[in-house]
């Protein structure tokens, strides 16, 4: 990114503050420091104040705030709260904002003794992700990037997959490969799951050996450049019976509605309805136990949520992913998951990876 870019942030926080009457804004998470300077280490606070921004660290990462940070950088030998609290009272900042979803009741705790009792911490919500939600191209060119390079890794292992090897092993395989490819590793835990496991969503890897016959889930992700992408495939072991085939027939037929549901506009309730209603044709709206989607970028998760009742509208240059399942207990399960991009008239999918039911 460039520093017209990350100065280009700070000033829509700047005007968010002004609305809102803040003096000053603490921002200590990692993505939302990442996204309004740059930073890319584990420890940096970045204060907003109405003149501009400073961004503390330590001194582990003095030469790396001077490379990436394009705001005044502050190095502290101590806890960096007492210097941001410091900070505050040397240009009497009275309120103070901060990310009340993110911060510690420690860290609130630490801020608030160490500022005088004029000044009060307003908890704020949101602000910043909100802000994320809708990417620029430098943003969306990465986060296309990340998707290719996660597709290229699953292919290059795909067609190894073979019954006796274990979950753990192939999950291991998968990630091997997306830091081959260039990738700073994965976007999350990966989750591979077989036979009657698929029917767990959130599945985590076990020693357990894939079967003779029956599903894989694989849920794998690349972060590259600090943004995320999401794909889920399934993979079928021997030849699939006739509730398999329903099952994924219905998955697939879902999560094809839901991405001709997306474009600038809509509600993301109204994608979210689209999966449920070809399911429930299907006899299958109860096994769809979890949201159609979420949004993506500096985080594998973060918004807007594709849910049931989510009515953010969704807008032009937002990423998301599509995401229905089938889940039964004791047979299996099926997901399957691109990453979009929301346009003015649809969505432009990303995933390359073709959804046909693999078998291998």
């Keep these: ?96 904002g901060f990310e009340k979803s993110r911060m510690t009741v420690e860290a609130h705790q630490t801020l608030k003794d160490a500022l005088p009792m004029r000044s009060s911490l307003e908890p704020t919500g949101g602000w910043i992700e909100r802000q994320r939600m809708v990417k620029s191209d430098r943003e969306i060119d990465a986060i296309r990037r990340s998707v290719e390079l996660n597709s290229r890794a699953f292919e290059q292992v795909a067609g190894r997959v073979r019954p006796g090897m274990r979950e753990s092993e192939l999950a291991a395989e998968l990630d091997y490969r997306v830091r081959r490819l260039g990738a700073e590793g994965p976007a999350f835990e990966t989750i591979v799951a077989a036979g009657a496991r698929t029917a767990l969503p959130h599945a985590r890897p076990t020693a357990a050996k894939l079967p003779a016959r029956g599903f894989v889930l694989v849920d794998m992700g690349a972060m590259l450049e600090g943004y995320a992408s999401d794909m889920t495939r399934m993979l079928f072991l021997g030849r699939p019976d006739t509730r398999a085939k329903l099952a994924y027939a219905a998955a697939l037929e879902a999560q094809l509605a839901a991405i001709d549901a997306v474009r600038a506009g809509v509600e993301a309730q109204a994608v979210d309805r689209a999966a449920r209603r070809v399911l429930a044709h299907h006899g299958f709206e109860r096994a769809f136990v979890h949201s159609t989607g979420h949004g993506l970028g500096l985080e594998i998760h973060e918004p807007p949520r594709i849910g049931k009742k989510e009515k953010t509208a969704l807008e032009k240059g937002m990423a998301v992913t599509i995401e229905p399942g089938v889940y039964l207990e004791g047979f299996g399960g099926v997901r399957i998951e691109d990453t979009v991009m929301v346009t003015a008239t649809g969505c432009d999918v990303l995933t390359p990876t073709l959804k046909e039911l693999r078998m291998v």
């Design 1 to 96: 990114m460039t520093a017209s870019e990350f100065a280009a942030r700070r000033s829509a926080l700047q005007q968010r503050m002004a609305a809102e009457k803040l003096d000053a804004f603490v921002v200590g998470v990692g993505p939302n420091v990442r996204y309004l300077t740059g930073f890319t280490g584990s420890n940096g606070v970045m204060v907003m104040l109405s003149g501009g921004a400073v961004f503390f660290t330590d001194p582990r990462y003095q030469i790396q705030a001077a490379q990436e940070v394009d705001c005044p950088v502050r190095v502290a030998s101590g806890p960096l709260l007492l210097q941001v609290a410091a900070l505050l009272r040397r240009v009497k900042s009275k309120r103070v």
